[in-house]
């Protein structure tokens, strides 16, 4: 069995066990705000270890867009990486879980989009899209 590598922020960590622990009837809102939010359930790229991570919830279509925003840092979160090497993901919103496949997604036209409703549920995104020399990375987790 996979071993389960806990988030390293503190409330990061906290958000994550809240959520999951209660099954998704709590902690579903993104700490300190009323924006919505889901459970990332992913593969380490490096530690194979099992990681999970709350993404803002931007759902379209029955997929779910994940943003690699992390507040417009110079360096893409770790996850990026982990579902560049590992896209099999499980998402969870509140008390449904998903079993997806994750692809960053490329197409100018459909990241224009994505992006869109991504800035729509957190306007923020535009934000730090402004404070980063990087291109913030989409990917979209589709059903599998």
Not at 44 to 52: E, S, V, Y
Request: negative net charge; charged residues 30%; contains cysteine.
């Amino acid at each position: 069995m996979t071993e389960y590598i806990p988030p390293t922020l503190d409330w990061v960590r906290e958000q994550v066990e809240l959520y999951e622990g209660s099954g998704g009837t709590e902690g579903y809102l993104l700490e300190g705000t009323d924006m919505p939010c889901i459970i990332v359930t992913h593969k380490g790229a490096k530690t194979g270890g099992i990681r999970k991570i709350p993404l803002m919830r931007v759902e379209v279509d029955g997929c779910y867009v994940l943003i690699g925003s992390m507040g417009g840092q110079p360096r893409d979160p770790a996850w990026v990486n982990n579902l560049r090497a590992h896209p099999e993901v499980t998402v969870r919103d509140r008390t449904e879980v998903f079993e997806m496949r994750a692809r960053e997604v490329t197409d100018p036209e459909e990241k224009a989009r994505l992006w869109a409703a991504g800035v729509e549920a957190y306007p923020p995104y535009d934000e730090y899209q402004a404070k980063t020399s990087r291109v913030i990375p989409v990917f979209l987790a589709e059903p599998r």
